[in-house]
Nanobody
């Protein structure tokens, strides 16, 4: 079993930055592809960014490309989402996901609120 705990969310003004962290426990995340998703009120959960198990490949939603950066530190069993130039439409609960085929885990989410 993998437990994921997100942190780093909060209230920030438009144009500001935040860094989200996703700390894993129970098992090493080094063999998992990791992703960040977000869910705004009344909307479905959407893909934001992903990073391969090796860190060699990254993927981004068009809406965040050039503003967000996903990274991982396998020694710390942690994945990060660096968010710059935040916009009010980035307001959502952000969830961390660990995926290894049939193994799929989610964190409880962290709230990000961007004020205009």
């Amino acid at each position: 079993q993998v437990q994921l705990v997100e942190s780093g969310g909060g209230l920030v003004q438009a144009g500001g930055s935040l860094r989200l962290s996703c700390a894993g426990s129970g098992r090493s995340l080094s063999s998992y592809d990791m992703g960040w998703f977000r869910q705004a009120p009344g909307k479905e959960r959407d893909f934001v960014a992903a990073i391969s198990w090796s860190g060699g490949s990254t993927y981004y939603a068009d809406s965040v490309k050039g503003r967000f950066t996903i990274s991982r530190d396998n020694a710390k069993n942690t994945v990060y989402l660096h968010m710059n130039h935040l916009k009010p439409e980035d307001t959502a609960v952000y969830y961390c996901n660990a995926d290894r085929g049939l193994d799929d885990y989610w964190g409880q989410g962290t709230q990000v609120t961007v004020s205009s």
